[in-house]
């Protein structure tokens, strides 16, 4: 399932990446790799700010749609 259908309060681990190289490499720059649990902080508007690690980022739709878990 992509990252965008997890809920707020939700804890998934990331299986797959999909996407060119250049967005794989970006959202890996930002902590999303294989195996990595993510937490999803809250959802505005469809857009997604995530706890990766010790960092809050924010994902468009778009994006979140790259990332499976």
Do not use: C, W, Y
């Amino acid at each position: 399932m992509p990252l965008a259908m997890a809920q707020p309060g939700e804890t998934v681990t990331i299986r797959k990446i999909t996407g060119k190289d250049e967005v794989r490499q970006h959202l890996a720059e930002l902590g999303f790799v294989v195996d990595t649990q993510v937490t999803v902080v809250s959802r505005i508007a469809g857009n997604l700010i995530l706890q990766v690690r010790d960092s809050r980022v924010a994902l468009d739709r778009t994006m979140a749609n790259r990332i499976m878990f």
